[in-house]
């Protein structure tokens, strides 16, 4: 038995290899008749919102979030280790707006989960967020600890550069998780780059929180875990 077992585990790790694709992955594809995103799942503060009322995708492939009741966007899917592309905009001649990437998030469903943040915000995109003590480090200069908010322990890690282009204009967001570090980049420049981050696996989630804000071209990349 242990020689047929042994000569099946190429074959075996070939298998489970084939079954985690390793490209990029288009996150953001169709949009049922009742709202619902495929890949994707809703949580809003509302528990009676319907996917739909918050999120509609266009013809044209531009995901708009209506920003109301406050909540999320999730992936079925979790990942721990990625590099995730995306664009955003917020609307030309709206007040400026409020949103955000939650990655690695873990646990209950509430407003805020366990998770980091990469904020999107009109004037602090590109800050990471500890939300509800998700563990992070960077820079002492630019971190800041709240032991204590409605919202759990918060960990703030301050932006190194502004690269965001003026409202009305899309942004791209680069977001490279690999074992405990994790890279922002905006428009192709490196902002925020956070250690000794929490390396549990979770969803990618989009944030709804109060405004309108729109995304589109989600792509992730898994990528090699690293040694912890």
């Not at 664009?87 to 407003?111: D, S, V």
């Not at 890690?157 to 994790?182: D, F, H, M, S």
């Not at 780059?193 to 929490?198: G, I, K, T, V």
């Amino acid at each position: 038995m242990r020689i047929v077992l042994a000569a099946m585990m190429p074959w075996l790790a070939g298998l489970a290899l084939a079954a985690e694709p390793r490209g990029p992955l288009v996150l953001l594809t169709a949009q049922t008749p009742t709202g619902e995103l495929a890949g994707w799942k809703s949580y809003s503060e509302d528990l009676k919102t319907a996917t739909g009322q918050v999120w509609r995708l266009l013809p044209d492939g531009v995901l708009v979030c209506r920003g109301k009741p406050n909540g999320y966007l999730y992936t079925e899917r979790s990942w721990r280790d990625f590099s995730l592309s995306l664009q955003w905009r917020t609307p030309e001649g709206r007040k400026p707006g409020r949103g955000g990437i939650l990655i690695r998030m873990t646990g209950k469903h509430k407003i805020w989960p366990r998770s980091l943040e990469a904020q999107l915000n009109a004037g602090d995109e590109g800050d990471f967020w500890g939300l509800d003590g998700f563990t992070l480090s960077g820079p002492a200069s630019h971190l800041k600890v709240i032991e204590s908010s409605p919202f759990g322990k918060l960990t703030h890690l301050k932006r190194a550069a502004a690269a965001v282009r003026p409202a009305g204009q899309w942004n791209r967001y680069e977001i490279i998780a690999q074992g405990g570090t994790v890279i922002l980049k905006i428009n192709g420049q490196e902002v925020n780059r956070a250690s000794d981050c929490d390396t549990h696996a979770g969803p990618i989630c989009l944030t709804a929180e109060g405004d309108e804000i729109h995304f589109r071209d989600i792509v992730l990349t898994p990528l090699e875990p690293t040694e912890e």
